[in-house]
Structures are given as C-alpha cells and as structure tokens.
C-alpha cells in the first residue's frame, strides 16, 4: 500500500481554510469584513504563510475579495448572484425530486422523517443555525435518492451558497426557520403519498418563497442582504 503524507505547511494551509470558510459561511466573518492573517494564524498557532494561500483558494471560490494594499475581506452575494442561486437551485431540484419520487422507499422515508425530526429540534433548542443546515441535509438526501449522481453532486456544490443565504433570511425574518420546517414537512408528505404534482408544488413554493423575502416582495430590497 502506497501512503501519502501530507506536509506540515499542507496540512496547515487545509486547516486553516477550513476555518476560515466555516466562519464566513456561518456569518461568524461578516461581509465586508477585513481579516487579518497574522491574527488568524496566532488564533490557529500557524505560520501567516498558510493562512495567505487559504486566502487565495477562498479568493477563487469567491468567499473573499482582495483589497488594494491591504489583504483580503469576506466578499458577500450581490443580489444578482442570489437570484441566479435560487433559479439553478429550482431547476435541479425539481429535475432531482422527479427522479427520487419512483426510489423513495420506506427506508428513505424514515430517514427523511428523522432528519427533520432533528431540524425541528434543533428550532426548539433555539439553534436556527443548526436547523437551517439540516433542513439542507433533508434536501440533498431527496437529491441522492434520485440515483443521478452527476444531479446530486451538483446540488451539493450549491449548499453552502443555499446555506448562507438562509442564514441571511434568518437574521431578517425570525420566523423563517419554522416556515422551512413546516414547508418541508408538507412536501416530505407529498413524498410518502408518491404525489408527484404535489411534491413539485411544494418544493417550487418553498423554494420561491425564500426568493420573494430576498428580492424585497414584502417591502424590503434585496441589496440589504448583501455586500458586492
């Protein structure tokens, strides 16, 4: 067997970009906010050189922005990126939740149910956060039971980007996290009578539903939920 053993500096570099990506998408890094990588490689007990190349790979993900002269600060949405977001999300979906529908077992769906059994406690136990990520672990698994590998893995590179915005709607409607739990479970049972109409329905509302508190359509714009 063949080992590979990853390098100090490696190893560090990972480290720290896990670390910084997990705070800018949990919003702990707020948009617009300056990071500094002597700070953060004290915080980590690292060298600044790591931290500067996770800079650089968060910088070609688009999670960060060079400043002239300066460093780098967290580079939020803007609202045009948000919109494209929530219309590739609901085309593959959509495509995903046709598919899953024929697959969806009794197995399945119990795991569904557990999975938004924990969501909902995570709401009760007052962390939203937590119930927001679950709620996007519900809709992957819905992604995975379609058997498309290729649709799943794409889904799953736009959960952070879902995750981040849900944040961001959390923080401005309180009671948005419970209107997700309640919208996915009518479409979990739209899944346990194999009712395809209904369940695109569903999902197609939820999905617009957060939209339409992004774009402003109850009084609010939606460049409020972003620094360009």
């Known amino acids: 067997m063949i080992q590979v053993r990853l390098s100090p500096r490696g190893g560090a570099q990972d480290r720290a970009y896990q670390f910084i990506k997990a705070r800018i998408l949990d919003q702990r ?18 060298s600044r050189t ?15 922005r060079r400043e002239d002269g300066w460093g780098f600060s ?7 990126e948000i919109i494209d977001l929530f219309e590739v999300r609901e085309a593959l979906e959509l495509s995903a939740l046709a598919l899953a529908i024929p697959r969806i077992d009794s197995a399945r769906l119990l795991d569904l149910t557990r999975q938004l059994d924990d969501s909902a406690a ?39 980007r879902i995750h981040q915005v849900g944040l961001m709607l959390a923080a401005r409607f309180p009671n948005r996290p419970a209107e997700v739990l309640e919208e996915n479970r009518a479409l979990l049972d739209a899944l346990a009578e194999r009712d395809t109409r209904r369940a695109a329905r569903v999902l197609k509302a939820h999905i617009r539903r957060s939209r339409d508190l992004v774009l402003g359509r109850e009084g609010r714009d939606a460049r409020r939920f972003a620094v360009v």
């Open 29 to 46: 890094y707020a948009a617009g906010q300056r990071l500094r990588a002597q700070e953060l490689a004290e915080s980590m007990s690292i």
């Open 50 to 64: 790591p931290v500067r190349e996770a800079f650089g790979r968060l910088e070609q993900e688009g999670l960060l």
């Open 74 to 80: 967290v580079r939020g949405l803007t609202p045009d």
């Open 122 to 160: 995570a709401l009760r136990g007052g962390r939203s956060a937590d119930s927001i990520r679950l709620a996007r672990r519900f809709h992957f698994a819905i992604a995975q039971a379609s058997g498309n590998v290729l649709l799943a893995e794409m889904i799953e590179g736009l959960n952070e």
